[in-house]
């Protein structure tokens, strides 16, 4: 049960903690939902008409069926799934792992993360491959103005490729399991819970490249600058700081 003691131990990390909350949280949700990705999708106008470009993945692998496009996304729900489901558990255990600090260190990878991969495909439009962000499909409908560009909320968006957000997104997740899941299970379940993480996040890549949503570069990309993030930022706070010291 969750214990009044061990909540307001949580409350009292968090409101030291805020700012590392809230400023991450304001970039990820306006910076880049609305105004990176708003502007990613406005550039890629610039490219309608240069087709995909040549990518062996795709000569590879199959393109999924568009009932199945969806499954690198679900995968992520999973991943997220984990990882919320081990905070929680955080918050009735009477262990030195808090979910505020969970929190706190995926929202400050994320969202460097992703100002990085802003920098990357705002620097060069490239044609983007997924079917929505082609001239003929009825889902494409890009941002026309700068109050579009500023405000408007889509789904879906193109241009963003360079690295992958999806495997950015699952491999902190994933990382995050991994470094959790043994302080707060047992040594048999923390390594069922971490092999599902890092089997889904494994599988993620070839699903992306299959649904057409990314080249391989994006995602091969996405696999090594995700994990290298993580790690600087380990090594530079390696550990948790608790509620009173």
Known sequence: MLCYVRLRLELLLLRRRR????VPAAVLFYGITFVARNLASHRN????GMGRL????????PELPTHL????HW???LNAGIASGLALYALQKNSKVFAVNMLVRVGHVLSAGHVLRALFYLSTSLPAPALHCQPSSLHYFPPATLHEILFRFSPRSCGDLFFSGHILTAAVLTLTTHRYAPKLLSSDWARRVRSVAWGSF???G??????RNHYTVDVLGSYVISPSLWLAY????PEDPLPIE
Do not use: R, V
Request: proline letters at 6%.
């Open 206 to 211: 070839p699903l992306i490249i299959m649904a």
């Open 234 to 237: 380990e090594s530079q706070f």
């Open 45 to 48: 106008q610039l490219t309608l």
């Open 75 to 77: 995968l992520t729900l």
């Open 19 to 22: 700012w590392h909350i809230a």
């Open 54 to 61: 040549p990518d062996i993945g795709f000569e590879l692998l």
């Open 69 to 72: 496009s969806e499954l690198a």
């Open 202 to 204: 494994i599988a993620m």
